[in-house]
């Protein structure tokens, strides 16, 4: 979940593969001086939720009409959990002006609540009255492939991208949902397209990856894995799966060194000892038979 930091509203994060990914709004107001509204934000970084609705609040209070305040106070609210208190909000800012994220947030809630028709007669408002933006269709779509229709989110995704052909989320979901079809060239075209537009999110680079190797390019798929770690160091499972990559390419070496690193960050996959172990007794052997290539040739070359 993320704030409101400048003059654009940012969207609530919603589950999108393994992890969660941010829709970033389109609707400009001035950019906020408030001191409570910017201490609410800057708590809100660190974690210190209760404290931000408190910092939120009193700039509500300073100025009740604040709809920067208004809204970071409705995601605090929905990250919580306090869904009726995020809705009254998210209402209140809508009978002011027409919010496309504002609507992107009720939607979510009315969804996860089990209010499908409420959800997306929210989300047809939203793309009704915003047709330049591509969000509340590529939304809809995901929210049909959650629930396996995925010609109809296939459709949503196309016509999102009618509207924005630069809209990298759209791409990975459309890429993905081609991955269920086993339509794996369309796969890797889309997911190509997502990281091409945007190259420094790992879920993109990630899911590229699993294309890459499932072709059998592991090359590329190691590529795209180390560029992942690198945004994400802290990611024992992308260094298992670099070891494993290295380890099938026989560079033993790199394998290694990536097994140790998974194992610094997080040592509770017994497979990697399992990998270790291998790597530790093919290289001895072959140690042991270069030895015993280098005892031949002198014991030939000391024949009369």
């Not at 890797?188 to 945007?198: I, N, Q, Y």
């Not at 394998?255 to 291998?278: F, G, M, Q, T, V």
Request: with cysteine.
């Amino acid at each position: 979940m993320s704030v409101l930091k400048n003059s654009f509203f940012p969207v609530r994060l919603f589950s999108v593969l393994l992890t969660g990914i941010l829709w970033a709004g389109c609707v400009n107001y001035p950019a906020p001086t408030e001191s409570h509204y910017n201490k609410g934000v800057e708590l809100y970084d660190q974690g210190k939720r209760a404290e931000a609705i408190e910092q939120y609040k009193l700039a509500l209070r300073k100025n009740s009409g604040n709809a920067f305040a208004m809204y970071n106070l409705a995601v605090v609210y929905q990250d919580q959990g306090k869904f009726e208190e995020a809705i009254r909000l998210y209402q209140k800012i809508l009978a002011n002006t027409e919010d496309t994220n504002s609507r992107i947030n009720l939607a979510a809630i009315y969804y996860d609540r089990g209010d499908r028709d409420l959800a997306f007669k929210e989300l047809q408002t939203a793309a009704d009255n915003n047709r330049d933006s591509a969000e509340p269709l590529s939304i809809r779509g995901e929210y049909l492939e959650r629930e396996g229709a995925l010609i109809k989110a296939t459709g949503k995704y196309v016509q999102a991208l009618a509207i924005d052909d630069q809209h990298a989320l759209t791409y990975f979901r459309l890429g993905r949902v081609y991955c269920k079809q086993n339509k794996h060239d369309s796969c890797r075209e889309k997911l190509e397209k997502a990281v091409d537009l945007e190259p420094k999110t790992p879920i993109y680079l990630e899911a590229l990856a699993a294309q890459y190797e499932e072709k059998g390019n592991l090359a590329e798929a190691i590529h795209l894995l180390e560029r992942t770690s690198v945004l994400e160091p802290d990611r024992a499972d992308i260094l298992a799966r670099l070891g494993d990559l290295y380890k099938s390419e026989k560079l033993y070496q790199n394998a290694l060194k990536r097994y140790w690193s998974a194992i610094a960050i997080k040592d509770d996959n017994p497979d990697i000892h399992r990998s270790l172990a291998e790597i530790y007794g093919w290289l001895g052997e072959r140690e042991f038979q270069q030895l015993k290539r280098l005892d031949d040739q002198n014991s030939l070359a000391k024949k009369p």
